[in-house]
């Protein structure tokens, strides 16, 4: 099996960086997701790091480290569009996902 | 371009009554996915389809039953519903089974069992 962690809550003001963890005990790991959601909607894709190092797409980077079972999702630049949950997801086999439980981040003026 | 959707939007029903959640997909996706989310949970596998007349069991299959008869389809099923099923359930498609290729999610299906 597979499980995740990450912080439930961050905080953060607007033009800010916010740097969101995720450690993982997995068996059989392809790589590591990250995931946005708004006020409940539907999941929508951020990134994916199958190999270690920083992933960057525009404002939000993704880095992965296989021997310490690590990930971190960093968001630069802080919108108010930007409060919304994240989730970080282990990649395994048949493209199945195991997300973590979600980390809130509120973005305040 | 609508994607994955999920109909109903939103249901109750009442203990022991039966109901079927629809997904569908119009991206020619592959693999196809039902996931339920509760509250402080996240989101958890319920089952998934790796192509067309193909289901196989994820993190929390009991209780439910899926079909795939068409690609573009992928139903899940509740033959007896129980309270310990109020759970807010998506749906989900990727084109492939490659890690990288991300999965996308409908809006939902907001179910309430009294």
């Known amino acids: 099996g597979q499980s995740l962690e990450q912080p439930s809550e961050v905080t953060a003001v607007e033009g800010a960086i916010v740097q969101i963890n995720c450690t993982y005990q997995t068996s059989g790991f392809y790589g590591l997701s990250w995931y946005q959601q708004h006020d409940g909607g539907a999941p929508t894709f951020l990134s994916y790091?199958?190999?270690?190092g920083l992933e960057e797409t525009g404002r939000f980077s993704s880095f992965l480290s296989r021997s310490d079972s690590y990930g971190y999702l960093l968001l630069q630049e802080l919108q108010m569009k930007d409060s919304a949950s994240y989730f970080c997801a282990a990649n395994s086999g048949y493209s199945t996902l195991t997300f973590g439980k979600g980390t809130m981040l509120l973005v305040s003026p | 371009n609508a994607g994955v959707t999920q109909t109903p939007k939103f249901r109750v029903l009442k203990t022991g009554q039966s109901m079927t959640l629809l997904c569908a997909q119009d991206m020619n996706h592959e693999y196809m996915y039902w996931y339920r989310q509760d509250p402080g949970m996240g989101l958890r596998l319920i089952h998934y389809s790796v192509g067309e007349g193909t289901t196989a069991k994820g993190e929390v299959p009991d209780g439910y039953n899926v079909s795939r008869l068409k690609k573009q389809n992928f139903l899940l099923g509740l033959e007896s519903a129980a309270p310990s099923q109020t759970s807010v359930y998506f749906c989900?498609?990727?084109?492939?089974?490659?890690?990288?290729?991300?999965?996308?999610f409908g809006d939902g299906t907001r179910l309430s069992i009294l």
């Open positions: 989900a498609s990727s084109y492939s089974a490659d890690s990288n290729q991300p999965q996308h």
């Open positions: 790091n199958a190999l270690d």
